[in-house]
């Protein structure tokens, strides 16, 4: 299509992710042209709250005059929807994770190989500000040879309504590790260049989703009367790359301790504290000009929204119909195997090699 037209976007689950991504859309130069969901009720909030069409499959949106779509279903469903429309000759966002398991995730992943158009999968994160200062650094060699990542991503009480898709691993295939700790797992290997994972060691835990006679504050989500809890709600892991390059990781949707949302990634020649709370970064360095000194730097970057910038470089892939270089279904799989084996090496109570 031409890079001046309009792409013509349609959305594949209209809860609160996919109205976060169409209110987006109203303020660039796209169109929605319509959305689907199984809920009837979704769909007709959907299409009056944005002036659109709503379908309750996806064959019919598929078939319409529709340019690439964007998919923000769960987990379990992202695997029909994003093939089929992979089929279809359609360019796909697909929001995070690949895919609720990694065999699953592998077959987005070949579907992708073999398409037409291209699969973006949306970690958001790397288009903050501190996340492209902090990579053009990399790119001028002034870290050195990044060696470390130590990424953290600890809700002190922030679990999703009990019995929502959230809590049920059939449907998300996982709890606190693949719902944010895929974010932190993937800005790590993002520093690294996505290196080849040689080992991984890990463990997960269920210390408070499923419990009754705990203090939940500041929550989101509502729970269900199942109340269903059968995933992780915390994870610690290790994660050993070629060239000694190192990943250590905390994830929380619940602890007690203060929050924390900081990646710190240790260079050779200098290092960098990214807090994704308020979206600071720090550089840490050494000199020897005058005397021998540490150096600390605080960056300031200009406050955008990180979703719309991902957005932006969707859309401009479909105008240009080439597929972009960045948040590829290749480095996402990398992302899912990393899940998968931390969830391994929990289960066996030993490390899990990759290579």
């Known amino acids: 299509m031409s890079s001046s037209e309009p792409v013509r976007v349609g959305i594949v689950g209209l809860g609160n992710i996919g109205h976060y991504h ?20 979704a769909r007709a909030r959907f299409a009056e709250k944005y002036d659109t069409r709503s379908f309750e499959s996806y064959q019919e949106l ?9 998919v923000t279903t ?13 089929d279809a000759g359609l360019d796909v966002l697909l929001e995070k994770p690949l895919a609720h398991t990694l065999e699953s995730a592998e077959r987005i992943a070949e579907a992708s190989r073999n398409a037409d158009g291209f699969c973006m999968v949306g970690f958001h994160n790397r288009f ?15 870290f050195g040879k990044t060696r470390h990542v130590e990424a953290n991503f600890i809700r002190r009480r922030g679990i999703p309504g009990r019995g929502s898709w959230f809590t049920n691993r059939d449907v998300a295939g996982g709890g606190a590790l693949i719902d944010i700790g895929v974010h932190a797992i993937d800005l790590s290997l993002y ?6 994972v040689v080992e ?3 463990t997960v835990r269920s210390q408070f989703g499923g419990r009754e006679d705990y203090t939940y504050l500041e929550m989101w989500g509502e729970d269900t009367e199942s109340g269903r809890f059968t995933v992780d709600d915390s ?22 301790r203060e929050p924390n949302k900081q990646y710190h990634v240790r260079g050779t020649e200098a290092g960098a504290r990214f807090d994704k709370r ?24 200009r406050q955008e929204d990180p979703h719309k910038a991902e957005q932006r470089v969707f859309f401009e892939a479909v105008q240009e119909d080439v597929a972009p270089g960045r948040n590829t279904v290749e480095q996402s799989l990398s992302v899912q195997r990393v899940i998968d084996a931390i969830y391994r090496s929990s289960e066996q109570g030993s490390a899990v090699r990759l290579d």
């Open 22 to 41: 169409a209110d987006r859309i109203t303020d660039l130069p796209h169109e929605i042209v319509g959305g689907v969901d199984i809920n009837p009720d």
């Open 62 to 70: 598929y078939d319409s005059d529709v340019d690439a779509v964007i």
């Open 74 to 86: 769960p987990n379990k469903f992202h695997e029909e929807y994003a093939v089929a429309a992979l």
């Open 128 to 142: 903050r500000n501190p996340v492209e200062v902090i990579k053009g650094y990399q790119e001028e060699g002034r």
């Open 191 to 196: 520093f690294h260049d996505f290196p080849e």
């Open 200 to 202: 991984v060691s890990g």
């Open 235 to 256: 994870v610690t892991a290790f994660v050993r790359c070629a060239d000694d390059k190192t990943i250590s990781l905390e994830v929380a949707w619940a602890a007690n």
């Open 278 to 301: 308020d979206d600071s970064l720090t550089l840490y360095e050494t000199s020897m000009v005058g005397a021998d000194h540490f150096s600390d730097s605080e960056v300031a970057t």
